[in-house]
């Protein structure tokens, strides 16, 4: 069955080399191999390719436009209020109806597909509720739905929007209780795909990795700072490597380099910025640490694994604390800065603990191959597509 897909996606695309943006590239490039027509659209201010190589066959469409200061003061002042609920509330609307004209402009392209892969709850709302396009569509959440429930526009309007959906999409199998009350056809559980990378078998270099953005209230690179700083002096040889984007919060990033140089880790933290070899500065060390807060799946983390390296993540981070197996393939610590550094310091006195650890990591990242994956990307889009043509006729 050939059959057109169209992936749409409201948030950075252009240059941008996060976690969403990367699963947006791969799974436009995995279901182009497999025989379907794919279109990526998007809405991105900036011109450019992606951050992620796509494949030539696979059709780009960016609807963004600049914003001018003119532009941006106007809605500034639309969305005023003392009350700050009520601003943000403002604001959605407002950037709601700016993503609306913008993706009115590929109506046909919406239209002639055979299903949409809508990214996020606000693009399926545009889909569904404004633009009123009939076309089938499968809602994914990249991060535990909860986190979506909290924003200013989800009761009722994403809501809704998410109910008239065909299949809504997971990352974790623990997400689905979260749908119950959604009255769709189909809720289902597809993980992010790893890739297949080397192993990191020695584990010998005392060094302490992290890969993904600098950011505070999602990411805790500061508890990851904070609990080094109480084993530097126990362990004088040990240093920690940050890699991702310093620039997306750069708010984030001052305050990162300056919690660094107040406490005394110089030479010991090092923000190393963006890199398109994630597997080599993950092969470079012997331990991988994620504090994160909340996480859809832990692309970075299921990475880490399939080098080999054993982990310490938080108990109270969903995703995490379910790839992270405690005292199997990592430790999974209380988010404060003496429990954190606890769970890096047992692994970090322990060479064979991290062996051990670490082929566990492995074993379990192998579940998440790209076979398996795209094989249920492909047999979830046939499906709706069947379903959708068998209504037709």
């Known amino acids: 069955m050939l059959c ?22 791969e799974l436009a490039n995995a279901l182009n191999k497999r025989g379907f027509f794919v279109t990526m659209l998007f809405c991105d201010s900036q011109c450019g390719n992606p951050g992620f190589a796509v494949d030539d066959e696979v059709r780009l469409i960016n609807v963004g436009e600049k914003e001018g200061r003119v532009a941006k003061m106007i809605c500034k002042i639309k969305a005023f209020s003392l009350n700050n609920k009520a601003r943000k509330k403002k604001r959605s609307f407002l950037k709601i109806e700016k993503l609306s004209l913008l993706f009115e402009k590929a109506r046909m392209d919406l239209e002639n ?3 949409i892969i809508s990214f996020q709850p606000e693009t399926t709302f545009v889909i569904k509720e404004k633009l009123q396009i009939r076309t089938p569509v499968i809602s994914m959440f990249h991060h535990n739905p909860g986190k979506y429930f909290e924003e200013p526009l989800f009761e009722p309007y994403f809501k809704n929007a998410l109910s008239k959906c065909e299949v809504l999409q997971v990352l974790r ?8 009350d959604f009255n769709v056809g189909k809720s289902v559980c597809i993980p992010n795909f790893c890739p297949k990378l080397r192993q990191q078998k020695d584990l010998s270099a005392k060094k302490i990795v992290y890969t993904g953005r600098v950011n505070i209230k999602q990411k805790r690179v500061d508890l990851l700072i ?3 700083a109480l084993l530097k002096d126990v362990f004088p040889d040990w240093c920690v490597e940050i890699w991702g984007e310093l620039n997306l919060n750069a708010h984030d990033t001052k305050y990162v380099r300056a919690l660094i140089n107040r406490l005394g880790l110089r030479g010991r933290v090092f923000l ?7 597997e080599s500065a993950l092969l470079g060390a012997s331990i991988f640490a994620f504090p994160s807060a909340y996480e859809g799946f832990g692309l970075s983390l299921i990475e880490a694994m399939m080098v080999g390296l054993p982990s310490v993540g938080c108990v109270d981070c969903p995703a995490v604390n379910t790839l992270i197996k405690n005292n199997v393939n990592g430790f999974l610590v209380e988010p404060n ?11 970090m006195v322990d060479v064979n603990c991290r062996k051990l650890y670490g082929m566990e990591a492995r074993k379990i990242a192998r579940h998440y191959g790209p076979d ?4 249920s990307w492909e047999s979830l889009i046939k499906g709706v597509v069947s379903k959708s043509k068998g209504n037709e006729s």
């Open 4 to 25: 057109s897909v169209v992936l749409v996606n409201s948030w950075r695309v252009v240059n941008a080399k996060g976690g969403t943006e990367k699963v947006f590239c």
């Open 113 to 115: 597909a055979d299903v």
């Open 173 to 180: 199998p623990e997400f689905l209780s979260e749908l119950v």
């Open 226 to 228: 904070e609990s080094f």
């Open 272 to 278: 190393m910025g963006v890199t398109d070899d994630v």
């Open 337 to 347: 800065p003496r429990s954190f550094a606890n769970g890096l310091s047992t692994l």
């Open 372 to 375: 398996v994956v795209w094989d």
